[in-house]
Each structure stands twice: as C-alpha cells, then as structure tokens.
C-alpha cells in the first residue's frame, strides 16, 4: 500500500472513498467528525488518510475489511478501547479523573491481556496491584469522554486528554501503519505508528 496521501488535498482525501451515502469529505465532517480531521491535521499534516466503508462493514470478515481499504494485512486493522480503573481513589496531587480511564488500541486480531495492561498502567501511575482494576468503560461513559459512540471510537480528536497505550504487536506491523475509527461509523483513518505514537504521547506496551 502506498504511504498515506497529503491530507490538505480533498480530492486526494477522496480518491479511494465509496461515493455513497456520504459524497463529500465536507459531509462527512459536518455528521462526526471534524475534531478527527481537525487533530489529524494538526499533528500530522500530509500523513494521514481517510476511508469511508459501507454501513454493513461490521458484519464483513477481516480479509474483506482490509481488501475495500487496500490494507496490507488484517493485522493493520485496529480498534480504540475506553478502559477504566475500577478501583481508582482521587489523588489529591493529581487532577480529578487523572489515570481513571485509560485509551487502548489493540489489533482486531489481538488480544489484550488484563494482566500485562494493569502492570503498563500501574507503572505510569504508581498504583498499587490492589488499586489496579481495569475493565472496558461503559459505553455511555466511554461516549462522554471521547465524544464518539461505539465502532467509531479513536485516538485522534478525542474530547478528553486520556493516556494512551499502543500494542507492541501495532508498532511491529510493517509496512508500519495502522487503520482507525474515525469518528463516524462510516469512516476510517490510516496513520503511520511511530508518527502517532510521538505525536500522541502513547506509550508502547506488551499486553498481548
């Protein structure tokens, strides 16, 4: 697959987009997700690249996702997950809310291991095994905090400055991209990993 495309040309953003029922990135912008293109744009001018799928892409397998984006393989395709520590107490020294919730991208085809994420957490917290808990947000919570509803969860434009942490297994992928919601259940973002990662502050982290 070639690099992503320069993102400040809308006809290039377009070029591989299904023409229906969204025409036009200025469509797509004003249903969801202009905080995506908006974030995107700042940070990673020129190295992105938007998809836009069928609304039945969830009921299509992984080789058939990847095929209508030309994504390299189906481990290219990723997913934004709202983790939140169950047993959080408010540090007085920190910010109300601060390391209660947690952004998790992992591959379609990983898995997350609970145990080696609470361990990733905790040693950027300094939380105790026993004030370790993390289980996936509730959706409605999850909705308030990035501002996106379920299948269209990402990174990129969230409405809550939340820590994030990427899957080894992402940043090993080559060629080194991976695919996104974007804001809309209709829409996909590709972005090169090590770009995301510095740009997001994310920290890279063995939880497979």
């Avoid at 905080?35 to 069928?54: M, S, T």
């Avoid at 917290?125 to 808990?133: I, N, Q, V």
């Avoid at 829409?187 to 090590?194: H, R």
Wanted: charged share 20%; with cysteine.
């Amino acid at each position: 697959m070639p690099e992503p495309t320069n993102a400040t040309s809308r006809t290039q953003l377009m070029a591989d987009a299904n023409p229906d029922p969204v025409e036009t990135l200025d469509d797509f912008l004003a249903i969801a997700a202009t905080e995506v293109h908006k974030d995107a744009q700042n940070r990673l001018p020129g190295q992105y690249r938007f998809f836009h799928v069928a609304s039945d892409y969830y009921d299509w397998p992984y080789e058939q996702r990847a095929r209508v984006m030309a994504c390299p393989s189906t481990f290219h395709l990723c997913k934004t997950l709202i983790f939140e520590n169950t047993k959080w107490k408010q540090d007085e020294n920190k910010a109300v809310g601060e390391d209660r919730y947690w952004c998790v991208i992992v591959q379609y085809e990983g898995a997350v291991n609970i145990t080696k994420l609470e361990k990733a957490a905790r040693g950027r917290t300094g939380a105790s095994r026993k004030g370790m808990h993390l289980r996936i947000a509730p959706a409605e919570k999850s909705h308030e905090l990035t501002g996106f509803t379920t299948n269209s969860v990402s990174p990129v434009g969230m409405k809550t400055n939340l820590p994030i942490l990427v899957s080894t297994a992402i940043a090993n992928l080559s060629p080194p991209l991976f695919y996104l919601g974007a804001g809309h259940v209709d829409w996909k973002i590709a972005l090169p990993v090590q770009s995301f990662v510095e740009k997001w502050n994310a920290s890279v982290v063995d939880f497979s």
